[in-house]
């Protein structure tokens, strides 16, 4: 059942997003589907992965025939899962006010650190890299402005 759940609320998800990138404004100048295709592309596959789990799960249910045993570590994976959602929500709503650097660098050394114990240094150069490594992508090759948060002027 976790599964179907996962599945339908990822695909309301991506379509709710890719309505809301139908909604970008297109610009008069240079390429006619602007800011729209990287975001399209990021629904478009989440929908994909919504109607993958649709069928994965489809398909396991009909071979299984009847209901399988209750699984021990379903518990601890959905409570995983729940709490990881909940990060990444507080993730989205600090982006703005405490800005790209300081968000994301806590963001991934926390989940570093929850799926990778124990290795505080490995993890810490892990959060840095990727922190820098997306901001330089983000902002030299898409040319998209990260907000400064409390290190803006």
């Known amino acids: 059942m976790g599964d179907w759940v996962l599945a339908i609320c990822t695909a309301i998800g991506a379509v709710v997003y890719l309505n809301a990138d139908s909604k970008l404004p297109q610009l008069q100048v240079g390429d006619p589907m602007g800011p729209q295709v990287f975001p399209a592309l990021i629904g478009i596959g989440l929908l994909g992965s919504a109607l993958l789990l649709m069928a994965e799960t489809w398909r396991k249910r009909r071979h299984a025939g009847t209901t399988a045993p209750p699984d021990p570590t379903a ?78 002027t």
Request: hydrophobic share 60%.
């Open 75 to 152: 518990r601890a994976h959905r409570l995983i899962l729940v709490g990881m959602m909940l990060w990444t929500a507080l993730y989205y709503f600090a982006f703005e006010p405490v800005g790209y650097f300081t968000s994301t660098l806590i963001y991934m050394f926390v989940l570093l650190a929850c799926f990778n114990r124990g290795r505080w240094l490995i993890n810490a150069v892990g959060a840095v890299g990727f922190t820098l490594v997306a901001y330089g992508v983000f902002t030299r090759f898409l040319q998209v402005a990260l907000p400064q948060g409390v290190f803006g």
